[in-house]
C-alpha cells in the first residue's frame, strides 16, 4: 500500500466517524426535542418558535426535510 491509499484510508476512517458522531448527535437532539415536546417541557427552541410565523412547519423542514 503506497502513502496516498494509506492517507485515502485514514481520511474514510476519521469521515465514517465523524458522520456517526454527527448522526449520534442529531438522531439525539430530535428525541430530546420529541421528549419534552410530549411531556409539555420547556425549551428555548420551543421559544423561537412560537416568535417564528407557522415556526412549527419551518422545524419540521428544518430538521426533519419534509
Known amino acids: 500500500m503506497n ?3 494509506e492517507v485515502t484510508l ?3 476512517q ?3 466517524f465523524l458522520a456517526t458522531i454527527t448522526m449520534a448527535i442529531f438522531l439525539g437532539f430530535i428525541i430530546w426535542v420529541i ?3 410530549n ?3 420547556s425549551s428555548i427552541f420551543f421559544d423561537i418558535v412560537k416568535h417564528i410565523p ?3 412547519k419551518v422545524g ?3 430538521y426533519l426535510g419534509d
Do not use: P, V, W
Request: hydrophobic letters at 30%.
Open 39 to 41: 411531556t409539555g417541557g
Open 60 to 62: 419540521h423542514c428544518f
Open 54 to 56: 407557522y415556526g412549527d
Open 10 to 12: 485514514m481520511l474514510k
Open 14 to 16: 476519521r469521515f465514517y
Open 35 to 37: 421528549y419534552l415536546a
Open 3 to 5: 502513502n496516498t491509499q
